[in-house]
């Protein structure tokens, strides 16, 4: 059975740091590139960043990029964001993804197995 968990999510003030977790079955994981994807009250579900499954590569968001780092363990089946300089605008859900290709790609239709999310808040 495919399954993805999403843990870390919380609220933190602006200018402070999370990290994200995600873990995933074995079925889910391997083999396939990974993405986070978050959606705000309102607003249409956006990308935020992806690793091929070699880790060899990485792929932001430019509302993200030099803020967050997403990397991958996959001895451990898992896959992380650090989220840095934080900001209200980044306040949402947050979604862990598998993607069906190797190589990272911000699509959403190129995911096909999506977690149930975890809340961030940023307070100003």
């Known amino acids: 059975q495919v399954q993805l968990v999403e843990s870390g999510g919380g609220l933190v003030q602006a200018g402070g740091s999370l990290r994200l977790s995600c873990a995933a079955s074995?079925?889910?994981?391997?083999?396939?590139?990974m993405g986070w994807f978050r959606q705000a009250p309102g607003k249409e579900r956006e990308f935020v960043a992806a690793?091929?499954?070699?880790?060899?590569?990485?792929l932001y968001a430019d509302s993200v990029k030099g803020r967050f780092t997403i990397s991958r363990d996959n001895a451990k089946d898992t896959v992380d964001l650090q989220m840095d300089s934080l900001k209200p605008e980044d306040s949402a859900v947050y979604y862990c993804?598998?993607?069906?290709?190797?190589?990272?790609?911000?699509?959403?239709?190129?995911?096909?197995?999506w977690g149930q999310g975890t809340q961030v808040i940023v307070s100003s």
């Open positions: 690793i091929s499954w070699t880790s060899s590569s990485t």
């Open positions: 993804a598998r993607s069906y290709l190797r190589v990272k790609t911000s699509n959403h239709l190129n995911y096909d197995y």
């Open positions: 074995d079925d889910t994981f391997s083999g396939y590139a």
